[in-house]
Nanobody, 124 residues
Framework: VRLAESGGGLVQPGGSLTLSCVAS????????IGWFRQAPGKERERVGC????????YYAASVRDRFTISRDNVKNTAYLQMNNLNTEDTAVYYC??????????????????WGQGTQVTVSS
């Protein structure tokens, strides 16, 4: 299984970014997808996770109503749409999945397959 994130970059506060996570070796639509992030000097934290059925989603309180996870099954790609970004969103963002997970369980220890991460910097 290989996951490859892209779409990170520098954005001003209040701006938006969409991160992509392309999967190979696994069909993403059947499994849970998690997005996590790690800021400098901080532990990795969960951003949000979705299961393989519509409506099965969890978002951290800090991003709820601003971030949305979606997937394109044809492209075998997951997305993290991020709106109204603020400086506290600055971090390396990772997507993850696991062939044993089907629901929006957002514990990073349960995910076996990870991307390499993409940097998101929110700054004026």
């Amino acid at each position: 299984v290989r996951l490859a994130e892209s779409g990170g970059g520098l954005v001003q506060p209040g701006g938006s970014l969409t991160l992509s996570c392309v999967a190979s070796g696994l069909t993403l639509e059947y499994y849970a997808i998690g997005w996590f992030r790690q800021a400098p000097g901080k532990e990795r934290e969960r951003v949000g996770c979705v299961g393989n059925s519509d409506g099965d989603a969890y978002y951290a309180a800090s991003v709820r109503d601003r971030f949305t996870i979606s997937r394109d099954n044809v492209k075998n790609t997951a997305y993290l749409q991020m709106n109204n970004l603020n400086t506290e969103d600055t971090a390396v963002y990772y997507c993850a999945t696991d062939p044993q997970l089907y629901h929006s369980v957002c514990d990073s220890l349960l995910y076996a397959d990870w991307g390499q991460g993409t940097q998101v910097t929110v700054s004026s």
